[in-house]
């Protein structure tokens, strides 16, 4: 072996020799994206986001909600009262005029009332005859009785309204108790102040109708204590006074 081989043995021995020392282990290079990483500021940041906006339908839902009953009771309060009296109670106000506009020989009138007491409860005349004296105090009488009875018939017109009044009042309490809005209340509230004007008309009736007849009454004794007295004085004036005579009670 020469001198040539001899190094070329030697430095394949010290390569093989030197070769596990300079080998580079070999790495596996996983990429980034192939991690799943976990944040969990980012997670309580999406969960809050998440209940905020769940938080907001539920408002949006309720307010709807709100919305819808609002509705509702508005349509309850706009809603009429099924029912109504005042035909009834127009009826009733009628009738009662019917009674007062019937009133015999002195109607409820002031010119005619004016002129019917110039008339006949006036001072007496002293040109006035006898008779023309009896027939004004028969025409007193008559209107002070017509009087009387028109304040019967009237007063009865009124005791006849009274059970119409009732059944109307327990229909207008039954409805109010029942009203499903305010507007149905205040409608039958109404219809109560409403029978209770009818009522305090027939009232009205009444008293005047027993007025007219004491105020009568009251007149006919004024105009007979004045014709009275005329009586009277034409009785005692000499001469044209009381004349004796003779007298057949019986007759045979």
Avoid: C
Avoid at 39 to 53: E, F, I, K, W
Avoid at 181 to 186: S, V, Y
Avoid at 200 to 223: F, H, K, M, Y
Wanted: aromatic share 4%; proline share 2%; charged share 10%.
């Amino acid at each position: 072996m020469n001198i040539h081989q001899t190094r070329t043995r030697a430095a394949l021995l010290a390569a093989a020799m030197l070769a596990p020392q300079l080998a580079v282990p070999t790495m596996v290079v996983t990429p980034a994206h192939a991690f799943i990483v976990f944040d969990p500021s980012n997670y309580a940041q999406n969960v809050l986001t998440a209940a905020r906006s769940l938080q907001q339908v539920t408002n949006q839902i309720t307010s709807l909600q709100n919305e819808a009953q609002m509705l509702i009771n508005q349509g309850r309060n706009l809603a009429s009262l099924p029912f109504s009296s005042l035909q009834q109670l127009q009826q009733s106000v009628q009738r009662t005029q019917q009674l007062l506009s019937q009133a015999q020989n002195i109607a409820f009138d002031v010119q005619q009332v004016d002129k019917t007491f110039q008339q006949q409860y006036g001072n007496v005349s002293l040109s006035t005859s006898d008779a023309q004296l009896v027939a004004d105090a028969r025409s007193r009488w008559r209107n002070t009785v017509g009087g009387l009875q028109d304040a019967m018939r009237v007063q009865a017109g009124v005791v006849g309204n009274i059970e119409t009044n009732r059944a109307q009042m327990s229909a207008l309490v039954g409805a109010s108790q029942s009203a499903t809005g305010a507007l149905q209340a205040t409608q039958a509230g109404n219809q109560l102040l409403a029978l209770q004007a009818q009522q305090l008309a027939d009232l009205t009736a009444v008293v005047a109708a027993n007025g007219r007849a004491q105020a009568l009454t009251d007149a006919e004794r004024a105009a007979a204590a004045e014709q009275g007295r005329e009586q009277r004085s034409r009785f005692l004036t000499p001469g044209s006074g009381y004349q004796a005579g003779n007298a057949q009670m019986f007759n045979r």
